[in-house]
């Protein structure tokens, strides 16, 4: 029925396809206590590490280390049992957010492909939507660069954790 306000109706299509749920440095020590296992556990466990090369923005590349939520047979979020996420009360910053993170306006086939998987946006009322991305998103993001400038670039060293050897997707792969 149209005029609806949006509501999720926990179906777990966003937790499962394309995409990645990039993790950041807070989202980290609550989804490790909620589990309760170490952050090395988690992170061994649960998530994979991505090296993205990045252009700088005057002449060269910036490589970003990031960790994302691992997935399972059929691109399937490691958490997601049946339709739900089974770490709902502690699940990361991106999830919380899903669907209005940045790219849902700032990216037309983003948009579009989230309006056809979303049952919970096809009946919303438009007018109910919000106009940007979360408060905060950008901050986010913004720290983790300082964070990583202040640390050499080095999750290890933020995270007080050993990583596997990350993957590195170019700037081709990620076009
Ligand atoms: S696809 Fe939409 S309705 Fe389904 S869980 Fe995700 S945000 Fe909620
Ligand atoms: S952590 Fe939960 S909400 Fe986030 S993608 Fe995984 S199952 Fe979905």
Not at 89 to 116: G, I, L, Y
Not at 125 to 145: F, I, Q, V, W
Request: hydrophobic share 35%.
């Amino acid at each position: 029925m149209a005029g609806k306000p949006y509501a999720c109706r926990r179906c777990g299509a966003c937790c499962t396809g394309d995409g990645s749920v990039f993790l950041y440095p807070d989202d980290l020590p609550a989804l490790a206590a909620h589990l309760g296992i170490t952050l090395q556990t988690l992170i061994d466990r649960h998530t994979d590490y991505l090296i993205l090369e990045l252009p700088d923005g005057v002449n060269g590349w910036l490589y970003l280390p990031y960790l994302t939520l691992r997935k399972e047979a059929k691109e399937r979020c490691v958490f997601l049992k049946g339709e739900l996420c089974s770490v709902h009360a502690a699940k990361p910053a991106q999830c919380r957010e899903t669907p209005f993170v940045e790219e849902f306006f700032s990216d037309d086939e983003w948009n579009a492909a989230v309006r056809r998987n979303c049952p919970g946006l096809r009946d919303t009322d438009p007018a109910t939507l919000p106009k940007s991305a979360a408060p905060g998103a950008a901050d986010r993001e913004r720290r983790y660069l300082e964070l990583l400038r202040e640390n050499s670039y080095s999750l290890e060293k933020i995270l007080g954790v050993t990583l596997p050897a990350p993957r590195i997707l170019t700037h081709r792969e990620l076009a």
